[in-house]
């Protein structure tokens, strides 16, 4: 059936077939990488930025010379990238031009519920909206995307993401900045040969080209200097396992909700739909001429391993000196408080119906699964009881940034312990996290499966939190 569809791979052959025709596979590596620059705000006024997104469909080139039809915020692919700065307020008028309802999402954001882009709190066709942002969190690699009740991961994979970076006093310390800082987002796709995305429910062993910002396979020119690259993998089911083809380590500086204590060295970096993580990589050990592949280890074909190229030019030269600097430490670790209230989630897959439960139950919107009181400590116990199917799932807590304590019992790595949004739950296996309600806001929010194919149908529940 489709659902088994999500784990079950396809012959390479028939994968190798149906993707790339021979004229794309020819072109590998011949374009370069689009590098977003910020989007210019509509207007600035005293307190805040105005923006203005339009949803529609329009057009990409994902493949040199081919226009594959997409959705899209204000015609590009992915969305444009909005740089906010802590506590100043980001509006985000929304007009929405599609046929279908759609709501914005800020991943990551601490938000106020009425601009949390909720399931059921959506922009009709051709109406307007207006989404608000105060920003009062710290520096982050954060994304919007669609969240329309059952729409959003047909909507997702159709192109309705961008890029949302919140900067602060610290966020650069002297990290490489400006155009040493690579936003990098990475989703998977299913491209016919005359270039028109398929989509289907549970498509991801179809889904074998991985583009980055929006094309397959481009090469970025580097210096001999460090650059701070900063991953998203926006895919709707497909996990990622980033390294560096000659096998460089590279230092992390952060994850999903902002800075780690301390950088901690890597030589690869898994993520799942939804998690960020931001690196600084050294180029200067290598030699002008030299090209290093970023793959992603877990591709099973070329077009979803060999993810981007650099190729290390000359420079940055003596009058330019790379003074970036990574320090020793970069945030304060946050203190561990005591839970006063346990939970227990369970992540199932209902083989009848084929959809997905939390704690035994389809999403009702009308269905509060949580109240929580604001400013408390809670310890979540998420189990995934799919051994049948080996389908793994993950936890997505809208408002907050969390701390992931445990999987199975062992303790997590530090790069995966905080600020933590979204958390990996393999095929029967339990984490606990520590969540901390510490937004200052109250209402409604959901929590979620993040495989936005599962969050679809119904892989979702939603929590009240009060004063
Ligand atoms: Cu990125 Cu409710 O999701
Ligand atoms: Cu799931």
Redesign the pocket.
Known sequence: GAVTGAVVALPLEKVAATVFGPSWSAAAFSRPLPVPTPMRPSRLRLDRDVYDLTVDKSTAEIVPGVRTPILSYNGTFPGPMIVARRNRTVQVNVHNRLAADTAV?L?GGNTPQASDGHPLDVIKPGASRTYLYPNRQPAATLWY?D?AHHMEAEQVYRGLSGLYIVEDAVSRFRLPSGKHDIPLMFRDVNLGVDGTMTWELFGQPNRSTVLVNGVAQPHLTVQRRRYRLRLLNCSNERSMRFTLGNGASFLQVASDGGFLPRPVSRTEVVLWP?ERAEVVVDFAPFKAGTQIMLENADGEVDTAKQLLRFDVAEGPGLFNADTSYVPATLVPAPADRKPTVTRKVVLSFDAANGVFLINGKQFDPERVDFTVKRGSTELWEITNTDTQFQIPHSL?L?LIQFKVLDRDGVKVPEWETYPKDTVRVLPGSTVRILATFDSEYTGVY?F?C?FVDHSSVAMMAQMRIVP
């Open positions: 999402h991943h995307h969240h939804a997505h809208h959901p979620h993040h």
